[in-house]
């Protein structure tokens, strides 16, 4: 993990801090995550939840269901200055393994995000899951309708590990579902992605 530096005039939150808050009801209403030590806050909005919900089937539809569990939308295991609450993570099964505790970086083999304004799915998670260990990062576009996939992490000039050159997908295209090195079968983008305004219905 790298050092954070706290920039002039700023408060950096731990992920233990933010537990806290998060407990003490500061955030209720509202769907706030830590990256990097500051706040977000989430907004959905009908196209995301769809992507979300099409996304989350067709992995489902490809996965064995006792060696693999697709997780919507819920908190994995927090480190130092994050607390991110993924739109999808595929993790290790049987589900029974997180009755106690969230999933971590050794659980999780695939995490993905919806997009459509937010920068910070290109940015600061791309950096904090790269550094964190996870081995696939899936960004579902919705602004550009394509889908980018990270994987096959590489040493940083800091040691904590980035991912490569992203393989981009355009709608027409599909991508190629890898876990734990295998290719298990193949998802058309266009599928995970709502009629474009103004589309046919």
């Known amino acids: 993990m790298s050092t954070i530096a706290k920039p002039p005039g700023r408060v950096l939150i731990s992920a233990e801090q933010f537990g806290r808050m998060q407990a003490a009801g500061v955030f209720e209403g509202q769907h706030v995550e830590l990256l990097d030590g500051e706040l977000y806050e989430v907004t959905k909005n009908p196209p995301h939840n769809y ?73 600061k998670k791309l950096t904090g899951y790269a550094e964190a260990g996870f081995p696939v990062y899936w960004i579902l576009d919705l602004s550009l309708r394509q889908l980018e996939v990270d994987s096959g992490r590489a040493p940083s000039r800091g040691g904590a590990g980035e991912y490569p050159a992203a393989a981009i ?14 290719v298990i079968g193949r998802i058309a983008v266009a599928e995970l992605l709502p009629r474009s305004q103004g589309g046919a219905p």
């Open 51 to 123: 992507a979300v919900d099409a996304l989350a089937e067709a992995l489902r539809s490809l996965l064995h269901r006792d060696v693999y569990r697709v997780r919507e939308e819920k908190s994995i295991e927090p480190w130092g200055h994050w607390w991110p609450e993924p739109d999808i993570a595929v993790v290790r099964g049987p589900k029974q393994r997180y009755q106690g505790r969230h999933p971590g970086p050794a659980d999780i083999v695939l995490i993905a995000e919806v997009c459509e304004t937010s920068p910070q799915d290109r940015t």
């Open 169 to 182: 997908l355009a709608e027409m295209e599909s991508v190629e579902v890898v876990i734990d090195g295998q």
